[in-house]
């Protein structure tokens, strides 16, 4: 039976290895992004995901071990498929759908992670997780900012086209 110190490293390395393939998909995303602040939201977020990666190594090196990544086959679906929405007509909408499915799969996890902690008895460690946590929260509520105005504006564009046109 596995204990609970062991479920969390699985959890820590599957979340190491999970931030790692966003450092290199997040710049995709910024790339294909048409609307200003989404494109500035990933600038920043993308810096953000470059210390979510030292605080796991930091949460290893806590629990006295080696920081290793193991393959996060639920991030590496949530950021193919999202790639293969970036060809559509509503593009930032697509973008933007993608980017907050994976920021919940990084709320679920950093969640259950710095519970885990706590009961651990690492209180810094938990720190650690809920300062990362906060981080993601944040940008998902900003997506969701995002999403709406996004939205709006394309509704105005077509009100507009629909009124032209007479
Ligand atoms: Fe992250
Ligand atoms: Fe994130």
Redesign the pocket.
């Known amino acids: 039976m596995s204990t609970l110190r062991e479920t969390f490293l699985d959890g820590l390395a599957d979340m190491y290895d999970a931030?790692k393939q966003?450092i290199k998909a997040l710049p995709k995303m910024l790339q294909a992004a048409e609307n200003e602040s989404l494109r500035a939201g990933f600038e920043t977020?993308l810096s953000?995901?470059e210390s979510?990666i030292s605080r796991l190594e930091e949460v290893f090196e806590i629990f006295g071990e080696k920081p290793k990544g193991k393959n996060c086959k639920a991030m590496k679906g949530l950021i193919e498929e999202g790639e293969e929405l970036f060809d559509d007509h509503c593009r930032d909408a697509a973008i933007i759908v993608a980017a907050q499915k994976?920021?919940h799969y990084?709320i679920a996890s950093y969640g259950s992670l710095k519970s885990w902690a706590k009961l651990l008895g690492k209180r810094e460690a938990a720190g650690l997780l809920d300062q990362t946590l906060r981080?993601?929260k944040a940008?998902d509520l900003k997506l969701t900012q995002v999403a709406e105005s996004v939205v709006n504006i394309e509704e105005n564009q077509e009100e507009a086209e629909h009124f032209g046109g007479h």
């Open positions: 931030e966003l977020h953000e995901t979510h994976v920021e990084e981080e993601e940008t």
